[in-house]
Nanobody, 121 residues
Framework: QVQLVETGGGLVQTGGSLRLSCTASGSIFSIYAMDWYRQAPGKQRELVATINISNITNYADSVKGRFTISRDNAKKTVYLQMNSLKPEDTAVYYC???????????????WGQGTQVTVSS
């Protein structure tokens, strides 16, 4: 069974920074895309940033220039460095990995449990 555990959320003032981490554990052959999503109260979950196995990244327009996604394949960990935080960044942040299991041909998606980020004005 694959599990994703997120850490690093919390309360920060406008303009502050936080770094989220998401570490995968279990029987894993390879991790392809690693993503960060967020969901604010009353809103749909949205993609914030993604990084593929070749370290190509993409960001939502709302976070470009402020957030940086990175990965450490040896640690099976994806990071989200969030700078210049705004109140509108307040949400529960989720990581999602595309995982190939040992001996398998297919790729499965796994989600973390979410971590709360609150930005006070």
């Amino acid at each position: 069974q694959v599990q994703l555990v997120e850490t690093g959320g919390g309360l920060v003032q406008t303009g502050g920074s936080l770094r989220l981490s998401c570490t995968a554990s279990g029987s894993i052959f390879s991790i392809y895309a690693m993503d960060w999503y967020r969901q604010a109260p009353g809103k749909q979950r949205e993609l914030v940033a993604t990084i593929n196995i070749s370290n190509i990244t993409n960001y939502a327009d709302s976070v470009k220039g402020r957030f940086t996604i990175s990965r450490d394949n040896a640690k099976k960990t994806v990071y989200l460095q969030m700078n210049s935080l705004k109140p509108e960044d307040t949400a529960v942040y989720y990581c999602r990995d595309e995982v190939q299991l040992p001996g398998g041909r297919f790729v499965y998606q796994y989600w973390g449990q979410g971590t709360q980020v609150t930005v006070s004005s």
